[in-house]
């Protein structure tokens, strides 16, 4: 069973910054887009942003400008950089990974917790 595992959440102020990293497993990564959910509560998942393998980005309008996602080919990790974090952005992130980038994610991570205290 592939494996995303997440880390990098936790409670932070508005205004304030957050770094998610994912590792995945070299096969997947490798092949793979990979993104990042998020879901709120009473809220229907969403994308945030995702990465092909050539570096082509994706984020949803309520994120851009803020967040940057990235990818480290060498550690096979995706990181996403969050700043000026808004109350709004609370949520269980996910780590995803897709096999195109213009598809759904196959595989997610457990989730990790983002609370931005107002």
């Known amino acids: 069973q592939v494996q995303l595992v997440e880390s990098g959440g936790g409670l932070v102020q508005t205004g304030g910054s957050l770094r998610l990293s994912c590792a995945a497993p070299?096969?997947?990564?490798?092949?793979?887009?990979m993104g990042w959910y998020r879901q709120a509560p009473g809220k229907q998942r969403e994308l945030v942003a995702s990465?092909?393998?050539?570096?082509?980005?994706l984020y949803a309008d309520s994120v851009k400008g803020r967040f940057t996602i990235s990818r480290d080919n060498a550690k096979n990790t995706v990181d996403l950089q969050m700043n000026s974090l808004k109350f709004e952005d609370t949520a269980v992130y996910y780590c995803?990974?897709?096999?195109?980038?213009?598809?759904?994610?196959?595989?997610w991570g457990q989730g990790t917790q983002v609370t931005v205290s107002s």
């Open positions: 995803t990974a897709q096999r195109w980038f213009s598809g759904k994610p196959m595989t």
């Open positions: 070299t096969n997947i990564f490798s092949i793979s887009t």
């Open positions: 990465m092909s393998t050539s570096g082509r980005t």
